[in-house]
Each structure stands twice: as C-alpha cells, then as structure tokens.
Antibody, heavy 120, light 112 residues
Framework: QVQLQQSGPRLVKASQTLSLTCDIS??????????WHWIRQSPSRGLEWLGR?????????NYALSVKSRITINPDTARNQFSLQLTSVTPEDTAVYYC??????????WGQGTLVTVSS | QSVLTQPPSVSGAPGQRVTISCTGS?????????VHWYQQLPGTAPKLLIY???NRPSGVPDRFSGSQSGTTASLAITGLQAEDEAHYYC????????????FGGGTKLTVL
C-alpha cells in the first residue's frame, strides 16, 4: 500500500519560491513502472496538472507549458521522495497542491494535499 | 475552461441511477487515450474510482461503472446512496496540448 506524505510551507510571499516535498512509502521513486506527479487545485483553475518525474534507465521530466519556465520537479533517491519548486509565485498560484503516483492507469495514490497561500 | 467538459451538477434520489458525461476531442478521448474517474469528498484528495474507461480499483463498489464512445466518456452510479454525494472528475491524456494530463471541470453530485 503506497502512501504519499507531503510537507512544506503553507504561506509564501509573492515573487518567492514555493517548495514542497512528497515522501513515498510502499514504493520507490526510482520505480521503472511509476511516474510521480504534482497537481494543484483551485476554485478558478480546477484540477491542473503541473508536471512529473520518472525513471526509465535515466531520469526524465515533463512540465505543463503554463508553468514550464518556473517549475522544477526533482527526485531524491536517498530519501525516497520528490519535490516541487515553483519560482516567482503570484497570488494566482494559491491552490491546494497534491503529489500523486501514476502507473499509466490513472493517479492511483495521492498525497493529503497542501493549501499554499501566496501573499502579496 | 477545462479541456474535458462535464456538467456542473447532477442529482438523484437514493436508489436511483445517475450518469455523468465527460466530453473531449480528437486529441484526447477521441484519440484513444484512457479516461479515468475520481471521486472527491470535501476536504480530501481525489480518489481513483474508475481507470481505463471501465475498470474499478479494489474496494470500489460495482455500483460505479464507466463507459466510452467516440469523444465522450460516462460514469454511471446505480443504487444511489447518501455517501455518494461528492464531486466527480474525469481525466485523460491530451497529445496536442502543453498540459498533457487533463481534467474535467468536475460534477457535483447531490443525493436528494
């Protein structure tokens, strides 16, 4: 049973960097059959996919074009976790952020969600 | 505006059947990309309800079923129960957009 546990600041000032971490138990960030995603949810934008990292004989990532210039998702194999960094945030980035696992058959495991508020 | 279109709300009485549609296009559902459905209760993360159009993860009651035809997928819930009141989201992959994993705008199910 995989579990994802999120951590990170809930309040970020505008123009600064949002950083969240997702700890994985019951699976490995280096799994060759999983991908690890960040998704956010807000009343104005609904559920919005942000990006993913995955290992297939090497590390790969993909990002949504809407945030591509500001986002980095990094795996940490030593800690079995992955992280989200979103730079130059604005109040529009205020949302509940989720990490999730994908086995090519939907997002089958989700973190608990972190409401991140960007203050102006 | 979401890439996948869902009705904002549906309702039904206990014991009844409701369906929720999810309309996409030739670059997502119509291209043969899987559709998945999620149930979200207030204050919680979405939960995978149906994957790959029609399959239920372990523990999901068989009152929930999925189907797909052309560019539209549907979620059906039979024998409505009060605990089914939640938001439901469809999700697929889109090969033409910058955001490859796309969601519907969500449907609020009210059990009368």
């Amino acid at each position: 049973q995989v579990q994802l546990q999120q951590s990170g600041p809930r309040l970020v000032k505008a123009s600064q960097t949002l950083s969240l971490t997702c700890d994985i138990s019951g699976d490995s960030v280096s799994s060759s059959s999983a991908a690890w995603h960040w998704i956010r949810q807000s009343p104005s934008r609904g559920l919005e996919w942000l990006g993913r990292t995955y290992f297939r004989s090497g590390w790969f990532d993909n990002y949504a074009l809407s945030v591509k210039s500001r986002i980095t998702i990094n795996p940490d194999t030593a800690r079995n976790q992955f992280s989200l960094q979103l730079t130059s945030v604005t109040p529009e980035d205020t949302a509940v952020y989720y990490c999730a696992r994908d086995l090519d058959l939907g997002f089958d495991s989700w973190g608990q969600g972190t409401l991140v508020t960007v203050s102006s | 505006q979401s890439v996948l279109t869902q009705p904002p709300s549906v309702s039904g009485a206990p014991g009844q059947r409701v369906t929720i549609s999810c309309t996409g296009s030739s670059s997502n559902i119509g291209a043969g990309h899987y559709v998945h459905w999620y149930q979200q209760l207030p204050g919680t993360a979405p939960k995978l309800l149906i994957y790959a159009y029609t399959n239920r993860p372990s523990g999901v009651p068989d009152r929930f079923s999925g189907s797909q035809s052309g560019t539209t997928a549907s979620l059906a819930i039979t024998g409505l129960q009060a605990e089914d009141e939640a938001h439901y989201y469809c999700q697929s992959y889109d090969g033409s957009l910058s955001a490859n994993w796309v969601f519907g705008g969500g449907t609020k199910l009210t059990v009368l």
